[in-house]
């Protein structure tokens, strides 16, 4: 993990179907862009309508807050449910 001090992991769940689970996914990628993280692992699934993504990070705990809370504005207009759970 480097130099980084924590892991968490970053869920988000919301409508759509395989082409939407590839444009969630790109847009949370950006929006940790700013942060100095490193993603560990990421899995996602579309089924019935619904779009599920799971983002483990490296992370500093401190940033914890400002990531979710970043992450949770992009995908507000989407109609996504995020949560970061520090691990």
Partial sequence: MGEHKSKAIILASGPGDARQRDQILSLIEE??????????????????????????????????????????????EKNFDVALELL
């Fill in 31 to 76: 929006s940790l862009k700013p942060f100095t993280l490193t993603i560990l692992d990421s899995q996602s699934i579309a089924i019935s309508n619904r779009v599920i993504i799971g983002v483990e990070i490296g992370l500093d705990p401190a940033h914890a807050a400002a990531i979710e809370s970043d992450i949770q504005e992009v995908l507000k």
